[in-house]
C-alpha cells in the first residue's frame, strides 16, 4: 500500500516568489496535515484537515500562506510570497480518527524549500 | 517550559550497544505515546506507538512509559549503523489530534 506521497521533494526559489506543494494521503485516511519542520526542530503543525474541511488552522500564517483540499483527499499547501524565513521542510501526515487503537500518524517524505 | 523535552544529542556509540533515548513530558493528559526514526532529508517514520503506561517491544525495539514520572524511552538493543538517524518522541491527548514533538535526538552508531 502507497505510502503518503508528496512533491517536490525540493525546490528553491527566488524571495517574493510563489510556491506551491501538494500531497495525497494514504488511501482511507480523512485527517490530513501540513507540518512544518525547521532544522533541528520538531514537526510543527500548520493546518489540519477533516476531509475537505480545514478544522484547525491557527498556526497558519494567512497573510501568506493558503491550503485547500479539494474532494476530501489530495491537498496542496501554498506560499505567495515567499520570505527567507520560510525555507524549510513542509511535511504532509494523514491518520484515521483518533481512537483508542488508532491514530498514528504516518508522514510523508517532505518538501525541502530553500529561499534565496 | 516545552510541552515535550528531549535531549538533542548527537549521542554517539559503538555498534552493538544498546541505546537509550528519552524524553519527558509535563500534561498528565497525554495518552499516546510515539516514537519516529527520522534518517537525513526523509520524512519520520512511525516506529513505535503506545497507550499509557507499560512497555512494548517491536524486534530490536523497546517503548517504555512511566506515566507517574512523565518520562518515555525508547530503548535499541544490538545498535546497528543504519540505525543512525534522528529520533523523534511525540505524544497526544485522548481524542485529540494535536500531537506534540520532542525536537528530536541525533544518534550515531559507529562500525
Known amino acids: 500500500e502507497a505510502g503518503v506521497v508528496q512533491s517536490p521533494r525540493y525546490k528553491i526559489i527566488e524571495k517574493k516568489q510563489p510556491v506551491a506543494f501538494w500531497c495525497n494521503p494514504i488511501?482511507?485516511?480523512?485527517?490530513l496535515y501540513w507540518y512544518l519542520q525547521n532544522l533541528g526542530q520538531g514537526p510543527e503543525l500548520l493546518i489540519r484537515y477533516e476531509n475537505e474541511e480545514a478544522v484547525d488552522d491557527s498556526q497558519l500564517p494567512k497573510d501568506r500562506f493558503s491550503a485547500e483540499r479539494l474532494k476530501g483527499v489530495d491537498s496542496t499547501l501554498k506560499i505567495q510570497p515567499a520570505e527567507l524565513g520560510d525555507s524549510a521542510v513542509y511535511l504532509c501526515?494523514?491518520?484515521?480518527?483518533?481512537?483508542?487503537?488508532?491514530?498514528?500518524?504516518?508522514f510523508g517524505e517532505g518538501s525541502r524549500l530553500t529561499v534565496l | 517550559q516545552k510541552e515535550v523535552e528531549q535531549d538533542p544529542g548527537p549521542l554517539s556509540v559503538p555498534e552493538g550497544a544498546i541505546v537509550s533515548l528519552n524524553c519527558t513530558y509535563s500534561n498528565s493528559a497525554f495518552q499516546y505515546f510515539m516514537w519516529y526514526r527520522q534518517y537525513s532529508r526523509k520524512g519520520p517514520e512511525l516506529l513505535m506507538y503506545t497507550y499509557s503506561s507499560g512497555n512494548k517491544e517491536d524486534g530490536r525495539f523497546t517503548a517504555q512509559v512511566d506515566k507517574s514520572s512523565k518520562y518515555i524511552s525508547l530503548f535499541i538493543r544490538d545498535s546497528q549503523p543504519s540505525d543512525s538517524a534522528t529520533y523523534l518522541c511525540a505524544t497526544r491527548a485522548s481524542g485529540t489530534y494535536k500531537y506534540i514533538f520532542g525536537t528530536g535526538t541525533r544518534l550515531k552508531v559507529l562500525a
Open positions: 501526515a494523514s491518520s484515521l480518527a483518533p481512537g483508542a487503537n488508532t491514530g498514528e500518524l504516518f
Open positions: 488511501s482511507g485516511h480523512n485527517t
